[in-house]
Protein backbone atom coordinates (compact mmCIF):
# COMPACT_ATOMS: atom_id res chain seq x y z
CA UNK A 1 0.00 0.00 0.00
CA UNK A 2 1.38 3.54 -0.52
CA UNK A 3 0.94 6.24 1.92
CA UNK A 4 -2.14 8.15 1.85
CA UNK A 5 -1.91 11.82 0.66
CA UNK A 6 -2.59 14.73 3.10
CA UNK A 7 -6.12 16.08 1.23
CA UNK A 8 -5.86 19.58 -0.54
CA UNK A 9 -7.74 21.59 1.17
CA UNK A 10 -10.60 23.50 -1.42
CA UNK A 11 -11.78 25.55 1.06
CA UNK A 12 -8.71 26.97 2.62
CA UNK A 13 -8.01 27.97 -1.43
CA UNK A 14 -11.48 29.49 -2.19
CA UNK A 15 -11.48 31.45 1.23
CA UNK A 16 -7.33 33.14 -0.04
CA UNK A 17 -8.75 33.65 -3.48
CA UNK A 18 -12.05 35.42 -2.10
CA UNK A 19 -9.97 37.30 0.10
CA UNK A 20 -7.75 38.78 -2.93
CA UNK A 21 -10.31 39.41 -5.47
CA UNK A 22 -11.75 42.02 -2.84
CA UNK A 23 -14.76 43.52 -4.24
CA UNK A 24 -14.52 41.76 -6.97
CA UNK A 25 -16.91 39.11 -8.86
CA UNK A 26 -15.06 35.66 -10.00
CA UNK A 27 -16.69 33.76 -13.17
CA UNK A 28 -15.05 29.89 -13.79
CA UNK A 29 -17.03 28.09 -16.37
CA UNK A 30 -16.28 24.18 -16.05
CA UNK A 31 -14.26 23.21 -19.34
CA UNK A 32 -16.21 22.99 -22.26
CA UNK A 33 -16.96 19.37 -23.58
CA UNK A 34 -15.68 18.36 -26.93
CA UNK A 35 -17.42 16.49 -29.34
CA UNK A 36 -14.96 13.57 -31.26
CA UNK A 37 -17.20 12.66 -33.64
CA UNK A 38 -20.97 11.96 -33.59
CA UNK A 39 -22.63 11.60 -30.24
CA UNK A 40 -19.05 10.70 -28.96
CA UNK A 41 -16.95 13.15 -26.57
CA UNK A 42 -13.29 13.68 -26.19
CA UNK A 43 -12.03 12.26 -22.75
CA UNK A 44 -13.54 15.50 -20.35
CA UNK A 45 -10.77 17.17 -18.37
CA UNK A 46 -12.14 19.54 -15.86
CA UNK A 47 -10.64 22.79 -16.42
CA UNK A 48 -7.26 23.17 -14.02
CA UNK A 49 -8.40 26.84 -12.42
CA UNK A 50 -12.13 25.69 -12.03
CA UNK A 51 -10.97 22.28 -10.22
CA UNK A 52 -7.81 24.00 -8.36
CA UNK A 53 -10.78 25.91 -6.26
CA UNK A 54 -13.52 23.36 -6.45
CA UNK A 55 -12.38 19.83 -6.72
CA UNK A 56 -15.59 19.36 -8.82
CA UNK A 57 -15.03 17.40 -12.12
CA UNK A 58 -18.35 17.84 -13.73
CA UNK A 59 -18.97 19.86 -16.96
CA UNK A 60 -21.66 22.18 -17.70
CA UNK A 61 -20.78 24.04 -14.46
CA UNK A 62 -20.20 27.36 -13.34
CA UNK A 63 -18.17 28.56 -10.10
CA UNK A 64 -19.34 32.38 -9.09
CA UNK A 65 -17.06 34.19 -6.29
CA UNK A 66 -18.29 37.87 -4.90
CA UNK A 67 -17.56 38.78 -1.72
CA UNK A 68 -19.84 41.10 -0.87
CA UNK A 69 -23.02 39.00 -0.74
CA UNK A 70 -24.35 36.30 1.61
CA UNK A 71 -23.13 33.31 -0.60
CA UNK A 72 -19.66 34.22 -1.82
CA UNK A 73 -18.71 30.83 -3.08
CA UNK A 74 -22.13 29.91 -5.54
CA UNK A 75 -21.96 26.60 -7.98
CA UNK A 76 -24.38 26.16 -10.89
CA UNK A 77 -24.13 22.55 -11.70
CA UNK A 78 -26.14 19.94 -13.45
CA UNK A 79 -29.43 18.79 -12.36
CA UNK A 80 -30.10 15.27 -10.97
CA UNK A 81 -31.06 13.23 -14.41
CA UNK A 82 -31.97 9.58 -13.65
CA UNK A 83 -32.08 8.39 -17.20
CA UNK A 84 -28.92 10.78 -18.13
CA UNK A 85 -27.47 9.19 -14.94
CA UNK A 86 -28.31 5.77 -16.16
CA UNK A 87 -25.90 6.63 -19.15
CA UNK A 88 -22.95 8.82 -17.45
CA UNK A 89 -23.01 7.28 -13.74
CA UNK A 90 -23.70 9.57 -11.36
CA UNK A 91 -24.62 13.76 -11.47
CA UNK A 92 -23.91 15.58 -8.01
CA UNK A 93 -26.24 17.84 -8.22
CA UNK A 94 -26.97 21.05 -6.81
CA UNK A 95 -27.72 19.61 -3.31
CA UNK A 96 -24.47 17.54 -3.44
CA UNK A 97 -22.83 20.67 -4.57
CA UNK A 98 -23.76 22.13 -1.27
CA UNK A 99 -23.22 19.25 0.93
CA UNK A 100 -20.06 17.98 -0.19
CA UNK A 101 -18.16 20.72 -2.23
CA UNK A 102 -19.02 23.69 -0.11
CA UNK A 103 -21.12 25.53 -2.06
CA UNK A 104 -22.82 28.84 -0.01
CA UNK A 105 -25.69 28.07 -2.37
CA UNK A 106 -25.82 26.18 -5.32
CA UNK A 107 -28.46 26.27 -8.67
CA UNK A 108 -28.84 24.11 -11.84
CA UNK A 109 -27.26 25.19 -14.72
CA UNK A 110 -29.48 23.75 -17.24
CA UNK A 111 -31.84 26.99 -16.84
CA UNK A 112 -29.18 29.60 -17.72
CA UNK A 113 -31.57 32.91 -16.16
CA UNK A 114 -30.14 31.37 -12.66
CA UNK A 115 -26.54 32.02 -13.25
CA UNK A 116 -27.17 34.69 -15.57
CA UNK A 117 -29.50 36.48 -12.39
CA UNK A 118 -27.32 35.99 -10.04
CA UNK A 119 -24.15 37.26 -12.25
CA UNK A 120 -25.61 40.15 -12.66
CA UNK A 121 -26.48 41.11 -9.03
CA UNK A 122 -22.67 40.06 -8.12
CA UNK A 123 -21.95 42.51 -10.79
CA UNK A 124 -24.01 45.19 -9.57
CA UNK A 125 -22.19 45.04 -6.00
CA UNK A 126 -18.91 44.87 -7.47
CA UNK A 127 -16.04 47.00 -8.52
CA UNK A 128 -13.99 44.80 -10.90
CA UNK A 129 -14.71 41.23 -12.42
CA UNK A 130 -12.33 38.30 -12.74
CA UNK A 131 -13.12 36.36 -15.74
CA UNK A 132 -10.46 34.50 -18.61
CA UNK A 133 -10.95 36.22 -21.73
CA UNK A 134 -10.59 34.41 -25.03
CA UNK A 135 -11.07 30.85 -24.02
CA UNK A 136 -14.39 29.69 -25.00
CA UNK A 137 -16.11 32.88 -27.78
CA UNK A 138 -19.27 31.55 -26.34
CA UNK A 139 -19.01 32.47 -22.88
CA UNK A 140 -17.08 35.48 -23.81
CA UNK A 141 -20.61 36.58 -25.66
CA UNK A 142 -22.46 35.92 -22.82
CA UNK A 143 -20.18 37.75 -20.27
CA UNK A 144 -20.30 40.81 -22.48
CA UNK A 145 -23.98 40.51 -23.01
CA UNK A 146 -24.47 40.37 -18.80
CA UNK A 147 -22.35 43.42 -18.76
CA UNK A 148 -24.41 45.38 -20.46
CA UNK A 149 -27.47 44.40 -19.17
CA UNK A 150 -26.11 45.18 -15.54
CA UNK A 151 -24.75 48.44 -17.26
CA UNK A 152 -28.21 49.47 -18.21
CA UNK A 153 -29.69 48.33 -14.58
CA UNK A 154 -27.69 51.49 -13.45
CA UNK A 155 -29.24 53.81 -14.69
CA UNK A 156 -27.91 57.22 -15.66
CA UNK A 157 -24.96 57.38 -13.51
CA UNK A 158 -21.95 57.80 -16.41
CA UNK A 159 -20.48 54.62 -15.06
CA UNK A 160 -18.84 52.80 -17.64
CA UNK A 161 -17.85 49.22 -17.91
CA UNK A 162 -16.42 46.87 -15.08
CA UNK A 163 -12.38 46.08 -16.01
CA UNK A 164 -12.05 42.02 -16.61
CA UNK A 165 -8.83 41.25 -15.04
CA UNK A 166 -7.41 37.56 -15.63
CA UNK A 167 -8.06 35.47 -12.31
CA UNK A 168 -5.21 33.42 -13.59
CA UNK A 169 -3.30 36.20 -12.49
CA UNK A 170 -4.06 35.20 -8.68
CA UNK A 171 -4.70 31.78 -9.32
CA UNK A 172 -1.28 31.21 -11.11
CA UNK A 173 0.47 32.93 -7.75
CA UNK A 174 -1.29 30.65 -5.66
CA UNK A 175 -0.87 27.53 -7.80
CA UNK A 176 2.95 28.50 -8.10
CA UNK A 177 3.89 27.69 -4.67
CA UNK A 178 2.97 24.47 -3.92
CA UNK A 179 1.79 22.86 -0.69
CA UNK A 180 2.56 19.93 1.13
CA UNK A 181 -0.41 18.64 -0.56
CA UNK A 182 0.69 19.61 -3.72
CA UNK A 183 4.21 18.32 -3.65
CA UNK A 184 3.20 14.77 -2.61
CA UNK A 185 0.79 14.83 -5.78
CA UNK A 186 3.55 15.85 -7.42
CA UNK A 187 5.70 13.34 -6.51
CA UNK A 188 3.63 10.16 -6.56
CA UNK A 189 2.93 11.19 -10.75
CA UNK A 190 7.16 11.54 -11.13
CA UNK A 191 7.36 8.40 -9.24
CA UNK A 192 5.04 6.61 -11.42
CA UNK A 193 6.06 8.19 -14.17
CA UNK A 194 9.85 6.97 -13.55
CA UNK A 195 8.65 3.87 -13.40
CA UNK A 196 7.11 3.84 -16.64
CA UNK A 197 10.33 5.12 -18.21
CA UNK A 198 12.21 2.49 -16.00
CA UNK A 199 9.71 -0.33 -17.91
CA UNK A 200 10.76 1.44 -21.24
CA UNK A 201 14.37 1.00 -20.88
CA UNK A 202 13.90 -2.58 -20.29
CA UNK A 203 11.89 -3.49 -23.14
CA UNK A 204 12.88 -1.58 -26.13
CA UNK A 205 14.53 -3.61 -28.59
CA UNK A 206 15.44 -2.62 -32.27
CA UNK A 207 12.83 -4.22 -34.41
CA UNK A 208 9.81 -2.76 -32.00
CA UNK A 209 7.46 0.48 -33.02
CA UNK A 210 7.66 3.63 -31.13
CA UNK A 211 3.61 2.89 -30.32
CA UNK A 212 4.59 -0.68 -28.52
CA UNK A 213 6.85 1.54 -26.12
CA UNK A 214 3.99 4.34 -25.90
CA UNK A 215 1.58 1.38 -25.36
CA UNK A 216 3.81 0.11 -22.67
CA UNK A 217 3.96 3.65 -20.78
CA UNK A 218 0.27 4.17 -20.87
CA UNK A 219 0.21 0.81 -19.04
CA UNK A 220 2.20 1.59 -16.88
CA UNK A 221 0.82 5.02 -16.03
CA UNK A 222 -3.05 3.53 -15.58
CA UNK A 223 -1.80 0.62 -13.84
CA UNK A 224 -0.32 2.79 -11.01
CA UNK A 225 -3.48 4.72 -10.58
CA UNK A 226 -2.71 7.67 -12.76
CA UNK A 227 -5.87 9.02 -14.12
CA UNK A 228 -4.59 10.14 -17.53
CA UNK A 229 -1.60 11.42 -19.22
CA UNK A 230 -0.70 14.52 -18.36
CA UNK A 231 0.45 15.33 -22.08
CA UNK A 232 1.14 13.43 -25.35
CA UNK A 233 3.79 10.69 -24.88
CA UNK A 234 6.52 12.10 -27.47
CA UNK A 235 8.24 8.22 -28.29
CA UNK A 236 10.78 8.72 -30.71
CA UNK A 237 13.51 7.12 -32.23
CA UNK A 238 16.64 8.16 -34.20
CA UNK A 239 16.80 11.58 -36.09
CA UNK A 240 12.67 12.01 -34.60
CA UNK A 241 14.16 12.74 -31.08
CA UNK A 242 15.06 16.21 -33.44
CA UNK A 243 11.03 17.06 -34.14
CA UNK A 244 10.98 18.46 -30.72
CA UNK A 245 6.93 17.92 -30.84
CA UNK A 246 6.84 14.58 -32.24
CA UNK A 247 4.11 12.99 -31.93
CA UNK A 248 3.18 9.93 -34.55
CA UNK A 249 4.89 7.56 -32.27
CA UNK A 250 4.81 4.86 -35.52
CA UNK A 251 8.18 4.63 -36.37
CA UNK A 252 9.90 1.33 -36.54
CA UNK A 253 13.09 1.39 -34.03
CA UNK A 254 16.58 0.80 -35.93
CA UNK A 255 19.25 -0.94 -33.94
CA UNK A 256 22.45 1.66 -32.69
CA UNK A 257 19.77 4.26 -32.89
CA UNK A 258 18.97 6.37 -29.67
CA UNK A 259 14.81 6.40 -27.95
CA UNK A 260 14.30 9.69 -26.58
CA UNK A 261 10.84 9.38 -24.18
CA UNK A 262 9.42 13.01 -23.03
CA UNK A 263 6.29 11.21 -21.13
CA UNK A 264 4.13 11.64 -17.73
CA UNK A 265 1.67 10.98 -15.93
CA UNK A 266 -1.13 13.08 -14.63
CA UNK A 267 -1.95 11.78 -10.92
CA UNK A 268 -4.94 13.47 -9.19
CA UNK A 269 -4.79 16.72 -11.57
CA UNK A 270 -0.67 17.25 -10.86
CA UNK A 271 1.44 16.09 -13.70
CA UNK A 272 4.98 14.85 -14.11
CA UNK A 273 7.12 15.87 -17.14
CA UNK A 274 10.15 13.25 -17.69
CA UNK A 275 12.32 12.88 -20.58
CA UNK A 276 14.99 10.11 -21.09
CA UNK A 277 17.27 9.10 -23.67
CA UNK A 278 18.60 5.69 -24.09
CA UNK A 279 19.95 3.11 -27.24
CA UNK A 280 17.70 0.87 -27.98
CA UNK A 281 20.26 -1.91 -28.14
CA UNK A 282 21.26 -0.91 -24.58
CA UNK A 283 24.59 0.55 -25.76
CA UNK A 284 25.47 3.76 -26.71
CA UNK A 285 28.01 4.36 -29.69
CA UNK A 286 31.08 6.70 -29.11
CA UNK A 287 29.19 9.74 -30.71
CA UNK A 288 25.61 9.13 -28.67
CA UNK A 289 27.74 9.18 -26.03
CA UNK A 290 29.78 12.55 -26.00
CA UNK A 291 26.37 14.35 -27.09
CA UNK A 292 24.79 12.16 -24.18
CA UNK A 293 27.40 13.25 -21.88
CA UNK A 294 27.49 17.01 -22.91
CA UNK A 295 23.69 17.46 -22.28
CA UNK A 296 24.29 15.20 -19.06
CA UNK A 297 26.53 17.76 -17.28
CA UNK A 298 24.89 20.71 -18.22
CA UNK A 299 21.60 19.38 -16.52
CA UNK A 300 23.31 17.92 -13.27
CA UNK A 301 25.05 21.21 -13.22
CA UNK A 302 21.68 23.11 -13.78
CA UNK A 303 19.43 20.84 -10.77
CA UNK A 304 23.07 21.73 -8.56
CA UNK A 305 22.38 25.61 -9.00
CA UNK A 306 18.59 25.50 -8.91
CA UNK A 307 17.71 26.76 -5.28
CA UNK A 308 15.88 30.08 -3.79
CA UNK A 309 17.57 33.57 -5.15
CA UNK A 310 18.31 31.90 -8.88
CA UNK A 311 16.14 32.41 -11.50
CA UNK A 312 14.70 30.13 -14.41
CA UNK A 313 16.41 33.03 -16.65
CA UNK A 314 20.09 31.84 -14.45
CA UNK A 315 19.70 28.46 -14.99
CA UNK A 316 19.05 29.05 -18.65
CA UNK A 317 21.89 31.13 -19.46
CA UNK A 318 24.21 28.45 -17.38
CA UNK A 319 22.83 25.64 -19.76
CA UNK A 320 23.79 27.72 -22.60
CA UNK A 321 27.31 28.28 -20.99
CA UNK A 322 28.24 24.70 -20.39
CA UNK A 323 26.69 23.42 -23.63
CA UNK A 324 28.95 25.64 -25.62
CA UNK A 325 31.88 24.71 -23.92
CA UNK A 326 30.77 20.76 -24.49
CA UNK A 327 30.03 21.72 -28.19
CA UNK A 328 33.55 23.38 -28.36
CA UNK A 329 35.31 20.43 -27.31
CA UNK A 330 33.41 18.58 -29.47
CA UNK A 331 34.56 20.55 -32.39
CA UNK A 332 31.11 21.84 -33.04
CA UNK A 333 31.49 25.14 -32.38
CA UNK A 334 34.46 27.23 -32.64
CA UNK A 335 35.65 30.67 -31.64
CA UNK A 336 35.45 32.84 -28.23
CA UNK A 337 32.33 31.32 -25.56
CA UNK A 338 31.75 35.12 -24.62
CA UNK A 339 30.91 35.84 -28.91
CA UNK A 340 29.40 32.44 -29.64
CA UNK A 341 26.90 32.96 -26.38
CA UNK A 342 26.10 36.86 -28.07
CA UNK A 343 25.81 35.08 -31.68
CA UNK A 344 23.40 32.70 -30.15
CA UNK A 345 25.69 30.12 -32.40
CA UNK A 346 24.13 27.53 -29.79
CA UNK A 347 20.47 27.85 -31.07
CA UNK A 348 20.71 25.66 -33.75
CA UNK A 349 21.77 22.76 -31.35
CA UNK A 350 19.97 23.89 -28.62
CA UNK A 351 16.31 25.50 -29.79
CA UNK A 352 14.39 25.45 -26.81
CA UNK A 353 14.20 26.61 -23.19
CA UNK A 354 16.00 25.41 -20.19
CA UNK A 355 12.47 24.73 -17.53
CA UNK A 356 9.24 25.68 -17.36
CA UNK A 357 6.93 25.99 -14.10
CA UNK A 358 5.28 22.03 -13.60
CA UNK A 359 2.47 21.19 -11.61
CA UNK A 360 -1.60 20.73 -12.46
CA UNK A 361 -0.91 21.63 -16.11
CA UNK A 362 2.88 20.36 -17.46
CA UNK A 363 3.51 24.10 -18.26
CA UNK A 364 2.06 25.42 -15.50
CA UNK A 365 0.42 28.69 -14.40
CA UNK A 366 2.71 31.52 -12.87
CA UNK A 367 4.48 34.66 -13.99
CA UNK A 368 8.33 33.89 -14.77
CA UNK A 369 9.10 38.27 -14.18
CA UNK A 370 8.49 40.04 -11.53
CA UNK A 371 5.18 42.13 -11.01
CA UNK A 372 6.04 44.74 -13.37
CA UNK A 373 7.02 41.79 -15.75
CA UNK A 374 10.73 43.57 -16.62
CA UNK A 375 13.19 41.00 -14.28
CA UNK A 376 13.09 37.27 -14.10
CA UNK A 377 12.08 36.50 -10.37
CA UNK A 378 13.90 34.70 -8.09
CA UNK A 379 12.77 30.56 -7.29
CA UNK A 380 11.12 30.09 -4.00
CA UNK A 381 10.71 27.06 -1.83
CA UNK A 382 7.49 25.09 -3.21
CA UNK A 383 7.87 26.30 -6.72
CA UNK A 384 8.09 23.33 -8.63
CA UNK A 385 10.42 23.08 -12.17
CA UNK A 386 11.53 21.21 -14.72
CA UNK A 387 15.00 21.13 -15.87
CA UNK A 388 15.48 20.09 -19.40
CA UNK A 389 18.59 21.00 -21.36
CA UNK A 390 19.39 19.22 -24.69
CA UNK A 391 21.18 18.69 -27.77
CA UNK A 392 19.93 18.17 -31.67
CA UNK A 393 21.56 17.27 -34.54
CA UNK A 394 18.71 16.26 -36.72
CA UNK A 395 18.74 15.60 -40.37
CA UNK A 396 19.31 18.71 -41.67
CA UNK A 397 21.99 19.93 -39.02
CA UNK A 398 24.88 21.77 -39.98
CA UNK A 399 26.82 19.78 -37.42
CA UNK A 400 29.35 17.30 -37.83
CA UNK A 401 27.96 14.52 -40.36
CA UNK A 402 28.75 11.66 -37.48
CA UNK A 403 25.85 13.36 -35.28
CA UNK A 404 23.49 13.38 -37.36
CA UNK A 405 20.31 11.86 -36.23
CA UNK A 406 21.28 12.61 -32.46
CA UNK A 407 18.66 14.41 -30.56
CA UNK A 408 19.18 14.30 -26.59
CA UNK A 409 17.12 16.43 -23.84
CA UNK A 410 17.50 14.92 -20.20
CA UNK A 411 14.54 16.49 -17.93
CA UNK A 412 13.92 15.80 -14.21
CA UNK A 413 11.00 17.35 -11.94
CA UNK A 414 12.63 19.71 -8.98
CA UNK A 415 10.55 20.81 -5.67
CA UNK A 416 12.90 24.11 -4.49
CA UNK A 417 13.04 23.47 -0.94
CA UNK A 418 14.66 26.39 1.44
CA UNK A 419 18.09 24.77 1.50
CA UNK A 420 18.23 24.31 -2.68
CA UNK A 421 16.05 21.46 -3.83
CA UNK A 422 14.87 18.08 -4.09
CA UNK A 423 14.46 15.93 -7.44
CA UNK A 424 11.50 14.14 -8.12
CA UNK A 425 12.40 11.92 -10.38
CA UNK A 426 15.33 10.34 -9.07
CA UNK A 427 13.46 6.96 -10.02
CA UNK A 428 14.39 7.11 -13.67
CA UNK A 429 18.47 6.57 -13.87
CA UNK A 430 20.44 9.23 -15.98
CA UNK A 431 23.70 8.30 -15.50
CA UNK A 432 25.01 6.39 -18.99
CA UNK A 433 26.11 2.85 -17.22
CA UNK A 434 22.68 2.78 -15.20
CA UNK A 435 20.91 3.19 -18.35
CA UNK A 436 22.88 0.68 -20.13
CA UNK A 437 22.63 -1.77 -17.54
CA UNK A 438 18.63 -1.35 -17.16
CA UNK A 439 18.52 -1.72 -20.79
CA UNK A 440 20.38 -4.85 -21.11
CA UNK A 441 18.02 -6.39 -18.55
CA UNK A 442 14.94 -7.46 -19.14
MN1 LIG B 1 9.06 19.75 -20.01
Redo the contacts with the bound molecule.
Sequence with gaps: MKKPLHPIDFSHRRKQFLTKIKKGVAVFPAAPEVIRNNDVHHEYRQDSNFFYLSGFEEPNSILLFANQTKTPFQMFVQPKDTTKELWEGKIIGPEGAKKKFGADAAFSSSDPSLFNEAFVKALLEADVLYYRLGLNEDWDRRIFSLMKKAVRQLGRTGRGFWPIHDPNEILGEMRLIKTRAEAERLERAANITAEAHVSAMKIAKPGMFEYEIEAALYHAFRGQGAGRLGYGSIVAGGSNACVLHYVANNKYLEDKELLLI?AGAEFDYYTA?I?RCFPTNGQFTPEQREIYSAVLKAQKSCVKMARPGKSMKDLHNHAIEVLVEELKNLKVLKGSSASLIKQKAYLPFFPHGT??WLGMD?HDSGRYFSESYDTPRHLEPGMVI?I?PGLYFGESSKGPSKYKGIGIRI?DDVLITSSGNKVLTTGAPKEIEEIESLCQST
Excluded: A, L, S
Aim: glycine share 12%.
Design positions: DDTGHVTEE
